[in-house]
């Protein structure tokens, strides 16, 4: 075997096809520097960084085995992908990850020809895959196309959807299991390393078809005791029965930190005739750096950070975060009704629930990445007479929306929406951003939305929630922290369907929904100063509308303009129909409705997006300017 070599390598590695021509031996010192440069880059820009160190290894046997971008490579969430894209051209570009105009924080099809397929929503891979693998069986194509999923990615139905599809199909498809989850001493070892090669070797599965072919010449009850002897025996040494009852042919388990185990696997794994094949590979998530393995969430997601001590660079928080507020407020809340149990989706600490588990644990249920069971599960709940509180971030509640209208709504149960991340999400981008629930939930008969202007309105509104029995209701709350206002000791449950108003004017109407209130606020401020006097309010419930108030400002002033962090068809939509139905605009009343624009927002800070979409406090009050038909010289005030 030739030496390693010694100078760096990653200099001259500027495509996977440079990485091929590299020495077996070199490899060990590629995933060295890919993980030092990962570190490097994540200190800089904040990201995702435990998952990514954790397929180093996997990364590199992936493209030094595998023919990319002709075979495709289908990264599940893409979150850990940033290896992945220092070897696939973009490592010029790595330190802009997250940032304007900069590389996505997951797999982008139009980042990459080595992206086949965009995502960051998890347990999508195996089905895009087993697409891929149809459309290249019916071109007649003979390329590789291999999905990596986690374990934790694995706890969705859909995973197993398409498993089972691959495996009634027979077509050919790898699919990696990234299993980081699990102790990496007991399956890992020697004899464990020699199963993974014997099985996937060519010369086993020439001796197991021969078998099957001698096997099928005897009566059938013999030759179905052979073929379950076999399955059963590989899989009682390696675990994979399941995998094999879907269809797949099972490999593993493999150290994925040990390249001499990988590649020897995936090669054979490669060179595999036909069929769906699962490579069980074990991972360390955070591997190679000191402070993420010690993290309890071996820095899943991180701020910039400094390299040498771990320590993140965390802004002074002015006031605390929406989701600790939700977090504290249903704690009061379940202290005092035994009924309020709690439902995350995987996220218990992003969604705060972690906090209230640690005081209610067994009124706290964490399901894993199982949206769909999490609402049916919470319906179910609601039958026998519990208060469920299902916390989803806005984007993720959209894969459970069936749910919510089949289980939940037409059956008037009163499941608790805590919808978190409502609006935009910076350097999360479109993917995860939380525009579009006001949308889908408001038209849903029977269903309760309320958006918190602030924090102190969230605390009152998770009081409201508690309290109303009559069918579903939803509250939502944006990322981030609040506004800094004081929080009462407790909630009072808000009257359903009222708004308030929180600046009396006497031309111009601003309906704000959520948190664009401060904004709505500071432009009236700024209006004044120009002359034009501005009613504020806030409208607390998008579902039902306080129609006493918007015919009271629709009555009263020349123009109603209403704003909402979401996409097109929520709020404003639903203020309009209405006015129109009751022939409230007859009269010249001008209406606007601002709303998040009707497209898909790249990542960016937060305060920019709002910016770009007009709903800060300048483009609020340009918006009002051009409706009353102030002309270019007052425009040119604000400018």
Known sequence: MPEPSKTPLLDTIATPKDLRKLATADLRQVADELRTET?????VTGGHLGAGLGVVELTVALHYVFDTPDDR????????????????????????????????????????????????????????GLGMAVARDLAGGRNNVIAVIGDGAMSAGMAYEAMNNAGAMHSRLIVVLNDNDMSIAPPTGAMSAYLARLVSSHTYRSIRETAKQLARRLPKFFYDKAKKTEEYSRGFWTGGTLFEELGFYYVGPVDGHNLDHLLPVLKNVRDMPEGPVLV??????????????????????????????????????????????????LVTEAERDDRIVAISAAMPSGTGLDHFGKIFPARTFDVGIAEQHAVTFAAGLATEGFKPFCAIYS???????DQVVHD????????????????????????????????????LP?????????????????????????????????????????????????????????RAGSRVALLSLGTRLAEALKAAEDLAAMGISATVADARFAKPLDRDLILRLAREHEALITLEEGASGGFGAAVLTWLADEGLLDGGLKVRSMTLPDTYMDHDTMERMYAVAGLDARGIVKKVVETLGHGAAALGKIA
């Open 73 to 128: 490579l289908i990264w599940d969430v893409g979150h850990q992908a940033y290896p992945h894209k220092i070897l696939t051209g973009r490592r010029d570009r790595i330190r802009t990850l997250r940032q304007a105009g900069g590389l996505s924080g997951f797999t982008r099809r139009s980042e990459s020809a080595y992206d086949p397929f965009g995502a960051a929503h998890s347990s999508t891979s195996i089905s895009a």
């Open 395 to 401: 984007t993720f509640l959209q894969r459970g929306y």
């Open 408 to 443: 939940v709504a037409i059956q008037k149960l009163p499941v608790r929406f805590a919808i978190d991340r409502a609006g935009v999400v910076g350097a999360d981008g479109a993917t995860h951003a939380g525009v579009y629930d006001l949308a889908y939930l408001m038209c």
């Open 280 to 329: 069980h590979v074990v991972t360390q998530k955070g591997k190679g750096y000191a402070p993420a393995e010690a993290s309890a969430d071996k820095y899943h997601g991180v701020n910039a950070f400094d390299v040498i001590t771990g320590a993140q660079a965390k802004p002074k928080a002015n006031a605390p975060s929406y989701t600790r507020v939700f977090a504290e407020s």
């Open 446 to 502: 029977g269903m309760v939305v309320m958006a918190a202007a602030d924090e102190a309105e969230l605390v009152h509104m998770v009081a409201t929630a508690a309290a109303h029995d009559e069918g579903p209701i939803a509250f939502r709350y944006p990322r981030g922290e609040g506004v800094g206002v004081e929080l009462p000791a407790r909630g009072v449950p808000l009257p359903i369907g009222k708004g308030r108003v929180m």
């Open 39 to 43: 570190i490097d880059a994540v200190s």
